[in-house]
């Protein structure tokens, strides 16, 4: 089956597709609606964010299970000191409580996005509140790469992971989002679980080789993901295998010889998380169909100073 979104992912011989990443987490508040809007507004129509479900089953977007006490602020406008709250012990109501407008710079975290404008009165939107921006008649164009975030805490729960898909799919359906969208996830048995209740959603599948040192600041995904080691395991094979039709490796993990190996098996690849213009370059010289970024606009910059063209 050809999904119409997972083609909106792919690029051409003159094209590469921008993925905002959260929106444009280099330059404004993560996973917010004022981020993922200032990415709309410069010509960036593909979105990628996380997705988890409060106490009470609203999905909501942010990425960590437990609250970022460095890029959250309380009711008493003090960042959150240690481990926040954790989303799935939280009624939506209470998380509004909540300011994600800025980062704290005294936190590693903080420190690696020093161009991230600082804003007050930003919320964890809900799901429903980005559906609504992307339905309008101007983004009719926009495909969104959904991350289904595994919970740790639940990993052997298949109760827990089926609620997870039905109540996210259901609100993608009911905004009759379902043909823009990409349901997407390090946790390959959240991804079975897409395939089983909504056959007719494409899947993303991200891969991340453990060799490498997580991200300064960031909740891990490695407790989720397989452990696909080259040279024994061909990830694009697996991904294949496993149904999928877009593969998302972290840039350090794509080959030349693993990228031929996905457009053979017909896999649209894209890649995260790409900041760096030396590896945006070498992003763009291996050809891949999109990159993922938190900083859009240099993305866009090498590919318009070398001749590409990003949107369709």
Same mark, same amino acid.
Do not use: K, M, W
């Given at each position: 089956m050809k999904f119409t979104q997972v083609e909106s992912f792919r690029g051409d011989a003159n094209t590469i597709r921008i993925v905002g990443h959260r929106g444009a987490r280099g330059i404004l508040p993560e996973n917010s609606i004022i &981020?993922?809007? @200032?990415?709309?507004?410069?010509?960036? %129509?593909?979105?990628?964010?996380?997705?988890?479900l409060t106490r009470d089953d609203v999905p909501v977007i942010t990425h960590n299970h437990e609250l970022?006490?460095?890029?959250?602020?309380?009711?008493?406008?003090?960042?959150?000191?240690g481990a926040g709250a954790r989303v799935a012990s939280l009624y939506f109501e209470d998380i509004e409580c909540f300011d994600?407008?800025?980062?704290?710079?005294?936190?590693?975290? &903080?420190?690696? @996005?020093?161009?991230?404008?600082?804003? %007050?009165?930003?919320?964890v939107p809900k799901l429903s509140e980005l559906l609504e921006l992307v339905s309008q008649p101007k983004h009719q164009r926009v495909c969104m790469m959904l991350e289904l975030k595994s919970d740790p805490e639940f990993s052997a729960d298949r109760t827990a992971k089926e609620k997870l898909v039905s109540v996210v799919t259901c609100e993608i359906k009911k905004a009759g989002m379902e043909d823009r969208t990409l349901l997407h996830s390090f946790d390959w048995t959240l991804l079975a679980e897409c395939k089983k209740q909504v056959a007719d959603m494409p899947t993303s599948y991200l891969t991340q080789l453990k060799q490498h040192a997580e991200d300064i600041g960031e909740e891990t995904s490695l407790h989720s993901t397989p452990d696909l080691r080259p040279p024994d395991i061909s990830l694009p094979d697996e991904v294949k295998k496993a149904g999928g039709e877009l593969w998302c490796p972290h840039f350090k993990d794509i080959s030349k010889a693993d990228l031929m190996r996905a457009k053979d098996l017909g896999l649209c690849v894209a890649v995260w998380t790409v900041n760096e213009p030396d590896d945006i370059d070498a992003m763009i010289d291996l050809h891949v169909d999109a990159i993922i970024t938190d900083y859009p606009g240099r993305v866009q910059r090498r590919l318009s100073d070398r001749g590409w063209l990003w949107e369709r």
């Open positions: &981020g993922f809007d @200032f990415a709309l507004s410069i010509g960036v %129509d593909l979105l990628e964010f996380d997705v988890l970022n006490g460095a890029a959250t602020r309380g009711p008493d406008g003090r960042f959150i000191n994600i407008g800025r980062l704290n710079g005294h936190t590693d975290y &903080g420190r690696r @996005f020093c161009e991230q404008a600082q804003l %007050d009165g930003v919320r």
